[in-house]
């Protein structure tokens, strides 16, 4: 931990340490129901809960005929998001429902529920108080229709295996091995089996899972992207663990209270690496529409579909250009290489191609399409056809001639008519319609740079994007202080509506590399076997600039945009040049992403013009076999970077504040508590509970913390 994160979080030590003891002695009781503090301002203090009928923890409840349950608060309370916030552990076929009665909330069950299992509903942040919403987090009501119940836990991590960052309200679902089918060569168990206990993360990625058995346990998680609590392949992210884990035998863990995001968070035992698995899904037509009136497309519910002819009724084959719009062709473009006045509104044919049937068997099958497009005036063009209007029938009032303004020429670009060029930014050029036409030939750039007065022709080249092709790029070698002119005459272009362009002019100058700074990576222990892809990206994550197929050396990033940054770098190990996903069925773990840190923990780097900025990079250490002690300080790292950012900006704002003569004393005097008070959100930056009596240390018994791969 930084000195500075230290001070940082000795301000909020002393105000939260009685509030932290509150939460761990509810939590420990294994039956918590609010975990949430007390105090504070009156109107951000949440519904509190005074009765509860049955008692929480309530055992030997009637599988079929569950009691009614009432929770009573001290306030007024409603009810939101109740079917994105509430679950139950394990899923019930019915959700509970429930509805407000006086000062609290009538829950009932409308399952038959399961012998000698314990029970948790889960309301998330549905219950909020009627007057300022503000709401109840985490609360829980747990039972069980067995003599006891169960009260084991285990935290984990749930992170986007390319980005390396959280991914938040995951579903975490805990299979008992010994009750499932074991894999060995492919697994099915997401797909065959329903979960035991289940538990869902935080917006920090951190999940607490509560109530388990001193059993093992098969464990995923999936990003539950529709909110349905099911796992849907090529649309939810998925990670699988490669072993089983029993909580009895797991090590100890910390929890505490994040009173900023107010929810409690933990150090992660288990690490996921979600990804996005496209195994499982269907080949089958899984919608056809007509954007435009010479463009349709084709959605395919898995990646290269075997297609055997498409037919249309009006079109001649040798007019429909197929277009692949995806890596996987899972999505389609049809261009109708024809005049507009010989498309009608609604084009039908067929599609014959191998679909999966009902038992999963691909055979072959006919589709229908029918495929209606139909010119739909904007309210802009109604306004401008209703002034034409007015203005002819004023001319023919008065005896004058009337000429028709031209209408704009519907020949649709996109192309870069002015701007900075250098090296690794080039001219792009993009259509709305896919071109029949390109005569490169017409093209002239030219080039006047120094004392010049006569420009000269420079040469360039066209590529053409990999996967796009209605994108283009002209290349050309620029040179710094040069000012670049380019003319692309009339009808160069021609798409297939038969349209063609008017003249396009650009004027360009070559970036000054003074503007820009240089980041030089030097490369130690790269692993032999692997070739590397290093991203540069931006403070958000978004990739800027890429190298391939790196391995041990110097490597430059040049016209480096100055302000934050971050480096990626992904183990290759097939050395194709991209980031391989993982694969569930399969049991194959994605290739690993991770994001450089400095010798001090921080992942995030500034540039400044003209200047070099350096990296030393140790492929082995970067790489360096998981544990969940480098989660947990990587966690810790990211919530230092945090507070200091958040301290800087609070300073900043007292500064401007004192500047404008405002008061804010009574605000300031509580940012010890309000604004500082994190307590680690992000899995470790914050006062730990187990700094009060040892009471925090959850789990415990024997077993290492290391991840198996």
Same mark, same amino acid.
Request: hydrophobic share 30%.
């Given at each position: 931990?930084?000195?500075?994160?230290?001070?940082?979080?000795?301000?909020?030590?002393?105000?939260?340490?009685?509030?932290?003891?509150?939460?761990?002695?509810?939590?420990?009781?294994?039956?918590?129901?609010?975990?949430?503090?007390?105090?504070?301002?009156?109107?951000?203090?949440?519904?509190?809960?005074?009765?509860?009928?049955?008692?929480?923890?309530?055992?030997?409840?009637?599988?079929?005929?569950?009691?009614?349950?009432?929770?009573?608060?001290?306030?007024?309370?409603?009810?939101?998001?109740?079917?994105?916030?509430?679950?139950?552990?394990?899923?019930?076929?019915?959700?509970?429902?429930?509805?407000?009665?006086?000062?609290?909330?009538?829950?009932?069950?409308?399952?038959?529920?399961?012998?000698?299992?314990?029970?948790?509903?889960?309301?998330?942040?549905?219950?909020?108080?009627?007057?300022?919403?503000?709401?109840?987090?985490?609360?829980?009501?747990?039972?069980?229709?067995?003599?006891?119940?169960?009260?084991?836990?285990?935290?984990?991590?749930?992170?986007?295996?390319?980005?390396?960052?959280?991914?938040?309200?995951?579903?975490?679902?805990?299979?008992?091995?010994?009750?499932?089918?074991?894999?060995?060569?492919?697994?099915?168990?997401?797909?065959?089996?329903?979960?035991?206990?289940?538990?869902?993360?935080?917006?920090?990625?951190?999940?607490?899972?509560?109530?388990?058995?001193?059993?093992?346990?098969?464990?995923?998680?999936?990003?539950?992207?529709?909110?349905?609590?099911?796992?849907?392949?090529?649309?939810?992210?998925?990670?699988?663990?490669?072993?089983?884990?029993?909580?009895?035998?797991?090590?100890?863990?910390?929890?505490?209270?994040?009173?900023?995001?107010?929810?409690?968070?933990?150090?992660?035992?288990?690490?996921?690496?979600?990804?996005?698995?496209?195994?499982?899904?269907?080949?089958?037509?899984?919608?056809?529409?007509?954007?435009?009136?010479?463009?349709?497309?084709?959605?395919?519910?898995?990646?290269?579909?075997?297609?055997?002819?498409?037919?249309?009724?009006?079109?001649?084959?040798?007019?429909?250009?197929?277009?692949?719009?995806?890596?996987?062709?899972?999505?389609?473009?049809?261009?109708?290489?024809?005049?507009?006045?010989?498309?009608?509104?609604?084009?039908?044919?067929?599609?014959?191609?191998?679909?999966h049937d009902s038992i999963n068997e691909l055979v072959e099958s006919t589709d229908k399409l029918r495929l209606a497009w139909k010119r739909v005036e904007t309210k802009e063009e109604q306004k401008e056809r209703e002034r034409l209007e007015k203005e002819r029938e004023k001319a023919e009032k008065n005896g004058e001639e009337w000429v028709e303004p031209e209408k704009e020429n519907p020949f649709k670009y996109n192309i870069t008519t002015s701007g900075e060029l250098n090296k690794d930014k080039h001219i792009d050029m993009e259509f709305d319609y896919l071109l029949t036409q390109f005569d490169t030939t017409r093209i002239t750039l030219t080039m006047t740079s120094g004392n010049a007065t006569e420009p000269q022709n420079v040469a360039y080249r066209i590529i053409p994007d990999t996967l796009n092709r209605r994108k283009f790029q002209l290349r050309a070698d620029w040179q710094t202080g040069g000012k670049y002119e380019l003319i692309i005459p009339a009808q160069t272009f021609r798409n297939v509506a038969q349209e063609m362009n008017d003249t396009i002019k650009g004027s360009y100058t070559a970036s000054d590399p003074a503007k820009y700074a240089t980041v030089k990576v030097r490369i130690t222990g790269a692993d032999p076997s692997s070739k590397y892809i290093m991203q540069l990206t931006n403070g958000q994550g978004k990739t800027q600039k890429e190298i391939r197929n790196v391995t041990s050396g110097e490597y430059m990033f040049e016209y480096v945009s100055p302000g934050d940054?971050?480096?990626?770098?992904?183990?290759?190990?097939?050395?194709?040049?991209?980031?391989?996903?993982?694969?569930?069925?399969?049991?194959?773990?994605?290739?690993?992403?991770?994001?450089?840190?400095?010798?001090?923990?921080?992942?995030?780097?500034?540039?400044?013009?003209?200047?070099?900025?350096?990296?030393?990079?140790?492929?082995?250490?970067?790489?360096?076999?998981?544990?969940?002690?480098?989660?947990?300080?990587?966690?810790?790292?990211?919530?230092?970077?945090?507070?200091?950012?958040?301290?800087?900006?609070?300073?900043?704002?007292?500064?401007?504040?004192?500047?404008? @003569?405002?008061?804010?004393?009574?605000? %300031? *005097? =509580? !940012? &010890?508590?309000? +604004?500082? /008070?994190?307590? #680690?959100?992000?899995?470790? @930056?914050?006062?730990?509970?187990?700094? %009060? *009596? =040892? !009471? &925090?240390?959850? +789990?415990? /018994?024997?077993? #290492?913390?290391?991840?198996?791969?």
């Amino acid at each position: 931990m930084t000195k500075r994160g230290q001070r940082l979080r000795g301000v909020v030590s002393t105000a939260m340490s009685m509030l932290l003891l509150i939460f761990i002695t509810a939590f420990m009781t294994k039956c918590a129901s609010t975990m949430t503090p007390t105090g504070g301002p009156k109107d951000t203090i949440p519904p509190v809960i005074i009765v509860m009928e049955p008692d929480n923890c309530t055992t030997m409840v009637d599988t079929l005929h569950p009691p009614k349950i009432y929770i009573e608060f001290d306030e007024y309370v409603q009810i939101k998001d109740q079917q994105k916030e509430l679950y139950t552990s394990p899923a019930m076929k019915k959700q509970p429902s429930v509805v407000r009665r006086g000062r609290g909330i009538v829950v009932t069950i409308k399952d038959t529920l399961r012998p000698n299992t314990t029970y948790a509903i889960n309301f998330g942040s549905s219950i909020q108080d009627n007057n300022e919403s503000n709401p109840l987090h985490s609360m829980r009501y747990v039972f069980s229709t067995g003599p006891e119940i169960d009260s084991l836990y285990m935290s984990g991590y749930t992170a986007d295996s390319y980005k390396a960052d959280s991914v938040s309200k995951s579903f975490i679902y805990f299979f008992i091995a010994d009750s499932i089918e074991q894999p060995t060569d492919w697994d099915s168990t997401m797909f065959k089996y329903k979960p035991h206990v289940i538990a869902r993360a935080e917006k920090n990625g951190i999940f607490i899972a509560q109530n388990l058995k001193p059993v093992d346990y098969r464990i995923y998680a999936f990003e539950d992207t529709n909110g349905n609590m099911e796992y849907e392949p090529s649309v939810d992210q998925i990670g699988f663990l490669d072993s089983t884990y029993n909580p009895a035998r797991m090590p100890g863990f910390s929890i505490w209270y994040d009173s900023l995001r107010h929810y409690p968070s933990a150090d992660p035992q288990l690490y996921f690496r979600m990804f996005m698995d496209r195994r499982f899904t269907r080949h089958t037509l899984t919608g056809h529409e007509r954007p435009a009136s010479h463009k349709a497309m084709l959605y395919f519910g898995s990646p290269n579909p075997e297609i055997v002819k498409i037919e249309f009724d009006s079109i001649p084959s040798e007019s429909v250009i197929y277009d692949p719009q995806s890596v996987g062709r899972d999505t389609v473009a049809l261009w109708f290489n024809l005049p507009a006045e010989m498309l009608p509104d609604t084009i039908k044919g067929s599609i014959t191609y191998f679909k999966h049937d009902s038992i999963n068997e691909l055979v072959e099958s006919t589709d229908k399409l029918r495929l209606a497009w139909k010119r739909v005036e904007t309210k802009e063009e109604q306004k401008e056809r209703e002034r034409l209007e007015k203005e002819r029938e004023k001319a023919e009032k008065n005896g004058e001639e009337w000429v028709e303004p031209e209408k704009e020429n519907p020949f649709k670009y996109n192309i870069t008519t002015s701007g900075e060029l250098n090296k690794d930014k080039h001219i792009d050029m993009e259509f709305d319609y896919l071109l029949t036409q390109f005569d490169t030939t017409r093209i002239t750039l030219t080039m006047t740079s120094g004392n010049a007065t006569e420009p000269q022709n420079v040469a360039y080249r066209i590529i053409p994007d990999t996967l796009n092709r209605r994108k283009f790029q002209l290349r050309a070698d620029w040179q710094t202080g040069g000012k670049y002119e380019l003319i692309i005459p009339a009808q160069t272009f021609r798409n297939v509506a038969q349209e063609m362009n008017d003249t396009i002019k650009g004027s360009y100058t070559a970036s000054d590399p003074a503007k820009y700074a240089t980041v030089k990576v030097r490369i130690t222990g790269a692993d032999p076997s692997s070739k590397y892809i290093m991203q540069l990206t931006n403070g958000q994550g978004k990739t800027q600039k890429e190298i391939r197929n790196v391995t041990s050396g110097e490597y430059m990033f040049e016209y480096v945009s100055p302000g934050d940054g971050m480096l990626r770098v992904i183990d290759d190990k097939n050395g194709n040049g991209k980031w391989d996903s993982g694969d569930m069925v399969a049991m194959r773990q994605p290739e690993r992403s991770e994001i450089y840190k400095n010798s001090e923990g921080n992942e995030l780097f500034t540039t400044k013009a003209n200047w070099e900025f350096e990296l030393d990079v140790d492929m082995s250490q970067l790489f360096a076999p998981i544990t969940m002690q480098t989660i947990i300080d990587m966690l810790n790292d990211r919530e230092d970077a945090r507070l200091v950012k958040l301290a800087e900006e609070m300073a900043k704002r007292r500064q401007e504040e004192a500047k404008s @003569g405002h008061n804010h004393g009574q605000q %300031n *005097s =509580g !940012m &010890g508590f309000g +604004g500082l /008070g994190s307590m #680690g959100g992000m899995g470790g @930056g914050g006062l730990r509970s187990n700094t %009060n *009596s =040892g !009471m &925090g240390t959850m +789990g415990g /018994g024997m077993g #290492g913390n290391t991840l198996r791969r």
